[in-house]
Structure formats: C-alpha cells, structure tokens
Nanobody
C-alpha cells in the first residue's frame, strides 16, 4: 500500500521560508514523477510544482516560480518543496502526489495525472 506523508508546514511570517517534505512508503518514487499541489481556504486545489522521474525536469506554477524549488532524494524516497519569500496568499494545505505513469520522464501539471496523494500539511503565512 502506497503512503505519502507530508511534513514541514507551519506558521511563518511573510517573507519567510519553509521546506516541505514528502516521504513515501510502499512505492519507490524513483520510477515516478512527483508533484505538489495546494488548496487555499475557499479555493480549488491548484498545481504548484512538479519534478520528473529523473529529476532532470521541473515545472512551476507562475504564482511560485522564482520563489520555490522542487527536488527529490531517491536514497530517502523523499521529495521536497523549498518555498521562499512566502506571502499570505501562499496560505494553503499542501499536498504531494505521485504520477500514475510509471517510468515516464515528463512533468505533469494536472491532478488527474496523479494517483496517490498525501494527507497534506498546512502552511499559514501571516502578514
């Protein structure tokens, strides 16, 4: 059974940074692309960042581009999202997910491309 567990969220002041982690069990992440999504209060879930199976390709939503970095550590079976210069509009529950396409080295931005999701970690940015 595949489990994804996010951590690293919390309360931070505007301008601060957080590093989110997504640890997997039950599946080696090395064969799959990974993504981060978020859902703010009263908003729909939206794409944040994605990384390919190899880690050679990444893609970011315009809202976080230049402020965030997605990375992966295959030895730890973990994916990270480093977020800098956080703003109140970044307040959301952040979810990681694994793509459903085994051994594809593309990056995916649509939620339907992902099959397993974590429970989410809350990020709150105060002004």
């Amino acid at each position: 059974q595949v489990q994804l567990v996010e951590s690293g969220g919390g309360l931070v002041q505007a301008g601060g940074s957080l590093r989110l982690s997504c640890a997997a069990s039950g599946r080696s992440l090395s064969g799959y692309g990974m993504g981060w999504f978020r859902q703010g209060p009263g908003k729909e879930r939206e794409f944040v960042a994605a990384i390919s199976k190899s880690g050679g390709s990444t893609y970011y939503a315009d809202s976080v581009k230049g402020r965030s970095t997605i990375s992966r550590d295959k030895t730890k079976n973990t994916v990270y999202l480093q977020m800098n210069s956080l703003q109140p509009e970044d307040t959301a529950v952040y979810y990681c997910a694994t793509s459903r396409r085994f051994y594809s080295d593309y990056v995916y931005t649509e939620a339907y491309e992902y099959d397993y999701w974590g429970q989410g970690t809350q990020v709150t940015v105060s002004s």
